[in-house]
């Protein structure tokens, strides 16, 4: 226990990952608020407006988090766009993985534990949100790795 601990404490416990994690709720933030005003503002009523909103978002919102990152918590010597575009993959990476492990919790949630979303609307929160906390310290590690190789002179 003392292993594990000390593992979180020495990892987790840092003002590099507290950075990171309010990188990442502002990152969240803004991720929404783009997303909303894309899809509010979709007034034809194509099918793929979800899909749309939500690809901008996450292509406004992964630009902040990069350059947010760079600067305020992995703080790397150089930039270039190899570094930009091994995050961004990182980033696409963890979108696919979180959006199938969404669609699993989700299958959990509804039918394991049984909750009915049309009585309980909140709900539909549990599967992202899990499948998103779930991925963070896996981001967090290869962000760092990502970074740290990707620091070379010019």
Do not use: C
């Not at 709720?25 to 909103?53: C, K, M, P, Q, R």
């Not at 150089?78 to 299958?107: C, G, H, P, W």
Request: glycine share 4%; charged share 10%.
């Amino acid at each position: 226990m003392t292993k594990l601990w000390q593992f979180i404490k020495t990892n987790f416990l840092t003002k590099k990952f507290l950075t990171f994690g309010i990188i990442g709720i502002l990152n969240t933030l803004i991720h929404l608020l783009v997303y909303t005003a894309i899809y509010n503002e979709n007034t034809t009523g194509f099918i793929g407006s979800a899909f749309f909103s939500n690809a901008i978002a996450f292509i406004v919102a992964s630009i902040f988090s990069y350059f947010a990152n760079a600067y305020f918590t992995f703080k790397p010597k150089n930039k270039s766009t190899m570094q930009f575009s091994i995050v961004i993959l990182v980033f696409l990476s963890r979108l696919l993985i979180s959006s199938l492990l969404a669609e699993l919790f989700d299958y959990i949630v509804i039918n394991w534990i049984g909750l009915d979303y049309a009585i309980y609307p909140i709900a539909k929160s549990i599967a992202p949100f899990f499948a998103s906390a779930l991925l963070i310290p896996i981001a967090y590690f290869a962000l760092d790795i990502v970074f740290k190789k990707t620091d070379i002179e010019k």
